[in-house]
């Protein structure tokens, strides 16, 4: 999966909260990390994925990674969410 997929993507979180509500109710079907974002904010979302088993991506950025979701600030985490 790339980048260009969560661009594309009709149902996608954006966001550390949103990411973790939607890892919540099971709809994330796979989920973007920003590598540079801080340990403490993305632990809960690692945590989430690897008792569900989501699929994680990691981006360098998380200006790319806001880039890649259409938004002008960056983004820690971002999920595509199933239809």
């Not at 969560?6 to 796979?30: F, P």
């Not at 974002?37 to 989430?48: D, G, N």
């Not at 088993?53 to 595509?80: F, N, R, W």
Request: net charge positive; aromatic share 2%; hydrophobic share 45%.
């Amino acid at each position: 999966m790339s980048h260009d997929e969560l661009r594309m993507a009709k149902r996608k979180a954006v966001g550390t909260k949103q990411t973790i509500k939607a890892l919540e109710r099971g709809e994330a079907r796979v989920v973007y990390l920003a590598g540079d974002a801080e340990e403490r904010v993305i632990k809960s979302v690692i945590e989430l994925c690897k008792a569900s088993g989501v699929e994680v991506i990691h981006v360098d950025t998380m200006a790319q990674l806001g880039k890649a979701c259409g938004i002008e600030v960056g983004a820690a985490s971002a999920a595509i969410l199933a239809h």
